[in-house]
């Protein structure tokens, strides 16, 4: 493949995601107009707030699962910052030559 036909690829992916979520934003603005609309729902004090809402929302929480291996990912990379700050870094060529001068000196 080609840069050129890359690219086209590219543009042509891009143009299409775009519609795609142009697209389901429509769709996602006609579902809120007829909640917004319902007699009763338009009232709900949780619509409200989701509609007034100005930080970012997440879709669901973190399962058990999911929490587990946070933990769990958290821990290992403590684990492994306490071992990398602990390891001293040697070079052989900055050793060996330490070791000459020693020797020598010695």
Do not use: W
Not at 21 to 34: I, P, S, W, Y
Not at 46 to 62: A, H, S, W
Request: charged share 35%; proline share 1%; aromatic share 14%.
């Amino acid at each position: 493949m080609t840069k050129e036909e890359f690219t086209k690829m590219k543009q042509e992916l891009e143009a299409e995601y775009l519609a795609i979520f142009k697209k389901t934003v429509a769709v996602h603005e006609v579902f809120l107009c007829c909640v917004a609309a319902h007699p009763i729902l338009r009232k709900d004090l949780n619509f409200y707030v989701f509609l007034e809402y100005n930080q970012d929302l997440t879709v669901r929480g973190k399962n058990k699962k999911e929490k587990l291996e946070d933990f769990f990912k958290n821990v290992v990379k403590s684990a492994d910052e306490v071992v990398v700050s602990c390891v001293k870094d040697v070079d052989d060529f900055f050793e060996h030559e330490r070791t000459f001068l020693l020797e020598y000196h010695n």
